[in-house]
Nanobody, 123 residues
Framework: QVRLVESGGGLVQHGGSLRLSCAAS????????MGWFRQTPGENREFVAT????????YYADSVKGRFTISRDNAKNTVYLQMNSLKPEDTAVYYC????????????????WGQGTQVTVSS
């Protein structure tokens, strides 16, 4: 496992922007595909975005495509989620996840998870 710590969540008005960061421990960050997921009370964890180990491939949920951008800086052991044009339905706890292998969209394929950071979008 790798330790992951999310930050950057908060309260924002609809149409606003936030950038989430996920800092990873260890020396093998570039061996992990990374993902962002979100969860609201009583619902399953939902895929948001994932990025390959090199950062050359990215995938997004249809609900965020065109608004969110996932990126990574392997020199800093950090993955980011830039969120623009936020909507109230984006309100959730956002989780960073790591997988030793190729990028996937399935929560069960990820080995390590952060503690989550709350994003609240007001209407």
């Amino acid at each position: 496992q790798v330790r992951l710590v999310e930050s950057g969540g908060g309260l924002v008005q609809h149409g606003g922007s936030l950038r989430l960061s996920c800092a990873a421990s260890g020396r093998t960050f570039d061996s992990y595909a990374m993902g962002w997921f979100r969860q609201t009370p009583g619902e399953n964890r939902e895929f948001v975005a994932t990025i390959s180990r090199s950062g050359r491939s990215t995938y997004y949920a249809d609900s965020v495509k065109g608004r969110f951008t996932i990126s990574r800086d392997n020199a800093k052991n950090t993955v980011y989620l830039q969120m623009n044009s936020l909507k109230p339905e984006d309100t959730a706890v956002y989780y960073c996840a790591a997988r030793s292998g190729a990028a996937t969209m399935r929560p069960g394929d990820f080995d390590s998870w952060g503690q989550g950071t709350q994003v609240t979008v007001s209407s």
